[in-house]
């Protein structure tokens, strides 16, 4: 079924999809876990408001959130001009810009799941570890990790895959750099375009297969919690 | 100041909670009351669990006035829920030495050898899931793991409660022991009035939200103006001590100041001491020394106080010598024709005893 092998160029862009999910995931964990304890254990009412826009790249189309991001991140956004004057240049067509829209792009699959497994846990737990001489970071670590864990595996498991699998935002904010900026997706997009259907194919089956691969590992571990 | 000296006040949707007690340093003391009274957030709030305004005191220690608050993981409390909250992650052991563990050295003076033979844990201990324990083995590791902290004040919600018939008897011997060995104030919280006098020596009577009377256990059960003495179960507990047995009949005679009762046959040695309850739906009133009645237990009374209860019944609150009091339920119509009066010596007839330990 699968080329023998695949040109340079697109195990090439095959790395660099892996480089960004998982620099974009470890991102996220250090993101989401806060958010997700803040927003499971909380009980003000603008908890909503934030929840909605954690919740919003699941609704808005990620040409949408690319457009945004580009104009923020460019030479005249609000965030261009701060890195322009750090003499860092300007993120869009850049790696760091790609991290920057995965992690957003990204996050409610990361946040929803930790969220989730917060909220199973109740806060009875960590009370009875305050009773027990455990102070917060104790409790945090000792007993809200822990039983925590199917979360953060859902969790990095989803996020992960949703960013290997992106195209949309990384189109937006300029991917098709070799090395650079071209993932996966972009590569699929371009030998389409160049009627190079044999590539594509290489590159297209690979995807169902590693996304078949990942939704398999997280239905027979029985620790995935989709997103609500 | 030696014990624990409580006011709080927490406003609720619905229900306000503005309780003022204080308890002995040591021994039980009940936080009693219905469900609604607001007595799991009073504990609660001796736990630093819940944030009242107002001030506690324990042990000569404040562990909130004003805005000084100490928070929960600093009290050196002993704390055990209605239901055990074991971490399910961890081990039976790993469990139990959780609070130990990080106990300070020098503060640790209850050790897992001593909790293990106290709670009958030995068997327990190498358990790597404590889902599979029973609810009141599960209980028991709860209680030992609250132990393990050395705790100054052991406060324990409803234990009890969320276990069925069999795992209470199963875990009341633990706790009437327990409360004999430990040197430091319990705080028990329950709605069960047998639990209440088979384990504890104090009374807090909580109702909608306020403290209605607080006191030594035997005095506040027998006070007529409390809703205590007109529960279903209402009754007198005596403090008695195991006298002698007579094996010919299978039967136990406990002495008390100002009088005996017989009770079945016991397993206890001459010499211990024990409690007695005698519920009020139990006795009844005679003007003279019955002479022939299958009634074994005839005690010398006096009237203290007579109340009346809904429309047909009073309830009459007798001293037996000079410590000593039973509570009788009878019909307003007995009360008119024996012509009760408070001061008159009469005869109390007791149908049964219920030996609580």
Redesign the interface.
């Known amino acids: 079924m699968m080329e023998s092998g695949l040109a340079p160029d697109d195990l090439q862009a095959v790395w660099l999809t892996l480089k960004l999910a998982a620099t974009a995931t470890c991102l996220l964990l250090l993101i989401a876990t806060p958010l997700a304890w803040w927003l499971a254990m909380s009980r003000t009412w603008y908890k909503g408001v934030v929840s909605a826009m954690v919740a919003l790249p699941l609704v808005v189309p990620p040409s949408v959130l690319g457009f945004y991001l580009l104009l923020l991140m460019g030479p005249h956004g609000a965030v261009g001009e701060l890195t322009l004057a750090l003499h860092l240049g300007t993120l869009p067509f850049t790696f760091a810009g790609l991290v920057i829209g995965s992690v957003l792009f990204s996050l409610p699959f990361a946040v929803q799941p930790i969220q989730n497994a917060f909220e199973a846990m109740g806060r009875?737990?960590l009370?009875?570890?305050?009773?027990?001489?455990?102070?917060a970071w104790?409790?945090f670590a000792?007993?809200a990790l822990?039983?925590a864990r199917p979360g953060f595996l859902t969790a990095i498991i989803l996020a992960f895959a949703h960013t290997v699998g992106e195209f949309g935002v990384v189109l937006m904010l300029g991917g098709n750099i070799p090395g650079e900026t071209r993932v996966i997706s972009v590569a699929i997009y371009n030998h389409v375009e160049a009627m190079e259907y044999t590539a594509a194919h290489g590159l297209a089956i690979g995807m169902v297969l590693f996304s078949f691969v990942v939704l398999l590992g997280l239905y027979l571990s029985g620790g995935v919690r989709m997103v609500r | 100041m030696n014990g624990v000296g409580a006011h709080f006040v927490l406003q609720r949707e619905g229900f306000t909670l503005d309780a003022a007690f204080s308890a002995p340093a040591v021994g039980v003391t009940a936080l009693f009351g219905p469900s609604g009274s607001g007595k799991t957030t009073l504990l609660r709030c001796i736990a630093g669990l819940e944030r009242a305004a107002g001030s506690l005191h324990v042990n000569g220690e404040v562990w909130q006035n004003g805005k000084a608050f100490v928070p929960t993981h600093r009290r050196p409390i002993g704390f055990v829920f209605q239901e055990a909250s074991l971490f399910p992650h961890l081990s039976v052991r790993a469990n139990l030495e959780y609070g130990y563990k990080r106990t300070r050295p020098a503060d640790r003076q209850v050790h897992l050898e001593q909790v293990l033979e106290w709670l009958g844990l030995s068997r327990l201990i190498g358990r790597s899931d404590p889902s599979s324990l029973s609810g009141g083995e599960r209980q028991r590791v709860a209680i030992g793991r609250a132990l393990l902290t050395s705790p100054r004040i052991l406060l324990m919600d409803e234990p009890l409660a969320a276990l069925d018939a069999n795992s209470k008897l199963d875990i009341l011997p633990y706790l009437e022991r327990l409360h004999r060995k430990l040197e430091i104030p319990v705080l028990y919280v329950s709605h069960a009035l047998d639990e209440v006098v088979r384990l504890a020596d104090h009374l807090v009577l909580l109702q909608q939200g306020r403290v209605i009377a607080c006191g030594a256990l035997s005095e506040t059960l027998s006070r007529l103006d409390l809703p205590t003495a007109h529960l279903d179960d209402a009754g007198a507990m005596i403090e008695a001590v195991v006298a002698q047995h007579d094996e010919a009949y299978s039967l136990t005679r406990l002495d008390f100041a100002g009088g005996s009762l017989w009770v079945g046959r016991v397993a206890q040695p001459p010499g211990t001491r024990v409690r007695a309850r005698v519920l009020a739906r139990d006795v009844s009133i005679a003007m003279q020394h019955p002479q022939a009645s299958s009634i074994t237990n005839i005690l010398e009374a006096r009237i203290d106080e007579i109340c009346d209860e809904g429309a047909d019944k009073v309830v009459v609150r007798m001293g037996i010598g000079s410590e000593h009091v039973l509570l009788s339920r009878i019909t307003r119509r007995s009360r008119d024709l024996l012509d009760l009066k408070v001061g008159m010596p009469v005869y109390a007839q007791v149908k049964s005893v219920a030996l609580m330990a």
């Open positions: 009875r737990p009370e009875a570890a305050a009773t027990l001489r455990a102070n104790d409790r000792s007993v822990p039983l």
